[in-house]
């Protein structure tokens, strides 16, 4: 039989190139296959036996060349490696949020911008990932029965000790807050409902810092810093790979910078699975912290001053993220109150979102006339995370009337009216002719060294914007009222 195939392989082999609708890599396989048998028969083509030849070692795939750069990175406090696993680690136990495209956002910015709605966590910011993972490591490290006993401790007023509180609870893990006497008592009652042992000392968040030190020392607690422990910088470095799976053309991240802890996690994760993407931060001119430390090429205390985003009022930037981000991060750019006030009343009237301040600095600072309105990013695709909204609805009242001062929807300014009768009802009627709504007014008699028979009015009027505030102005000024306007 073998012979039989033998002497036909010639001719099987030709007909498989005469072969119409048949491939050429379909008659290359039957030529193989007649040779194999050939070699089964120890005979070769000419008559002779084939002696085997000892098998050739398989070719080495290429060495990737190391740099000194990837040998550094690695060696950086943070890598992606670590990212990367408390990914796994955490993805059971928070919220993947969604990156939602904003066609209102889009428009005004003039690029597509897409929000990464971390405010939707269940304690209402991204600090629940780095809390978790923190948690999740100490439990591996020490055991669940040496952390159950002792349990974990930090010093907070507000994300992160929600964060710590809510997984400490759910991780069967104790936790102790320690918050200064300025913490909002909502976050307070917050955290003690999640069962934390709250502790209330010190007149700011440095205060309470020194004594959660101290509790260490005589308690055995560990301790979690809430923005630069490498386990919270790889929790939250978790949003980075979200990013890229969701938005894959990402072309530009925009984050907020506080303890630059949630920056150095995204930019490590972002620029290694992406290194074009361009990765920004974005911090408030009172609390500019990480610009300082750039600067110095090191951390270093700055005077903090009290700002909308108060989650960014930190004096110090992290050793360990101030190490990370500034590898990995392209530039940092400010942004004022009037930006942040500007960027929470956007995301509420055209996003139905409430974000904190600290949480829309990423927006503020790509608001027209800020300083990310560039050129070169006009028409590119940007990711905004929106890290918190826990915003007290005392201070949001107050942000949302500063985000219409700054809108110019509304204006405030005084004028001379007579203090005869029906002076200021003329005056009031001439602003409802013309579409303002007075939400103040009140007039002084007594300070003035004017003509007695009139008197100053200082009016609050809400305005439909810059167009129609130049409008009204023109009107009062035609019909003899010498308005001064805030600001002129």
């Not at 110090?316 to 109150?337: I, K, P, W």
């Not at 939400?439 to 002084?444: L, N, T």
Request: net charge negative; charged share 25%.
């Amino acid at each position: 039989m073998i012979r039989c195939l033998l002497s036909s392989a010639p001719r099987a082999a030709a007909r498989c190139r005469k072969w119409q609708g048949v491939t050429s890599q379909h008659a290359a396989r039957r030529i193989v296959a007649l040779q194999e048998l050939r070699a089964f028969s120890g005979v070769a083509d000419d008559g002779e036996e084939i002696v085997d030849a000892p098998p050739s070692p398989p070719p080495e795939a290429p060495k990737r060349k190391t740099s000194q750069r990837d040998t550094y990175l690695e060696e950086l406090p943070v890598t992606f490696s670590d990212i990367s696993r408390a990914n796994v680690a955490i993805r059971t136990g928070v919220k993947r949020t969604p990156c939602i495209k904003s066609f209102f956002l889009s428009e005004l910015i003039g690029a597509n911008v897409f929000l990464k709605t971390e405010f939707q966590q269940f304690t209402g910011s991204f600090k629940e990932r780095g809390a978790r993972n923190a948690i999740l490591a100490l439990l591996r490290e020490h055991g669940e029965e040496y952390m159950r006993k002792n349990g974990v401790i930090a010093a907070s007023a507000g994300n992160h000790a929600l964060a710590l509180a809510y997984h400490g609870k759910d991780l069967n893990v104790p936790v102790t807050v320690v918050m200064p006497v300025v913490a909002p008592l909502a976050k307070v009652d917050k955290c003690k409902k999640f069962g934390a042992n709250i502790i209330i000392h010190g007149a700011h968040i440095g205060e309470a810092k020194e004594h959660a030190e101290e509790l260490i020392l005589s308690s055995g607690l560990e301790y979690v810093n809430g923005y630069d422990d490498p386990p919270i910088i790889a929790g939250a470095g978790t949003i980075g790979i979200e990013i890229i799976e969701d938005v894959p053309c990402v072309d530009v991240v925009v984050v907020p910078v506080g303890g630059a802890g949630l920056i150095a996690g995204i930019g490590c994760a972002v620029k290694t699975l992406k290194p074009d993407v361009k990765v920004y931060g974005v911090e408030p001119y009172f609390a500019a912290s990480y610009t300082a430390a750039l600067k110095a090429q090191m951390p270093v205390s700055i005077k903090v001053t009290p700002t909308l985003a108060d989650g960014l009022a930190v004096p110090m930037v992290g050793s360990h993220a101030f190490e990370v981000a500034r590898h990995y991060v392209d530039e940092c750019v400010l942004c004022t109150e009037k930006e942040v006030s500007l960027a929470i009343l956007r995301l509420i009237e055209n996003e139905k979102m409430v974000v904190e301040g600290g949480g829309a600095t990423g927006l503020a600072a790509l608001l027209p006339g800020a300083q990310l309105d560039r050129h070169d990013l006009k028409g590119k695709n940007i990711v905004v995370p929106l890290c918190g909204g826990n915003i007290d609805t005392t201070v949001l009242g107050r942000v949302l009337e500063r985000g219409l001062a700054a809108d110019d929807r509304m204006k405030n300014f005084t004028a001379t009216v007579s203090d005869r009768p029906g002076g200021i009802g003329r005056l009031t009627t001439l602003l409802g002719e013309h579409g303002a709504s007075i939400k103040d007014m009140y007039h002084e008699r007594a300070f003035l060294q004017s003509n007695i028979d009139f008197v100053k009015v200082k009016c609050v009027v809400e305005l439909q914007g810059l167009e129609h505030a130049k409008h009204v102005h023109a009107i009062l000024e035609e019909n003899g009222y010498d308005p001064v306007w805030d600001g002129d």
